[in-house]
């Protein structure tokens, strides 16, 4: 079975910085695009940066600058560093990966199950 696999989530003080990783385990050969989207307690899901296997990048715009998202196709795994944290920050964060090649076909839309970011005053 294909899981993503967050870590790198936790608490921090304003100002400071996380990284998180999403690893893509399980029989599959390839991921397309993979990144990652924020859900904050009373608002939408919203995308923080998404990375193609090529190496595009897209950032939401309350991130950009801040937060750098990179990838290591050969271990499926995909990076977002976040420095310069605010409490705004602070949110359910969730790998996302848009195509998977597994053993048993491509799987579209697939999502970790999340990772807590808690960014205190």
């Known amino acids: 079975q294909v899981q993503l696999v967050e870590s790198g989530g936790g608490l921090v003080q304003a100002g400071g910085s996380l990284r998180l990783s999403c690893a893509a385990s399980g029989r599959l050969f390839s991921v397309d695009g993979m990144g990652w989207y924020r859900q904050a307690p009373g608002k939408q899901r919203e995308l923080v940066a998404m990375?193609?296997?090529?190496?595009?990048?897209n950032y939401g715009d309350s991130v950009k600058g801040r937060f750098t998202i990179f990838r290591d196709n050969a271990r499926n795994t995909v990076y977002l560093q976040m420095n310069n944290l605010n409490p705004e920050a602070t949110a359910v964060y969730y790998c996302k990966a848009d195509r998977i090649y597994s053993a048993r076909g491509p799987l579209y839309d697939y999502w970790g199950p999340g990772t807590q970011v808690t960014v205190s005053p």
């Open positions: 990375i193609t296997s090529c190496g595009g990048t």
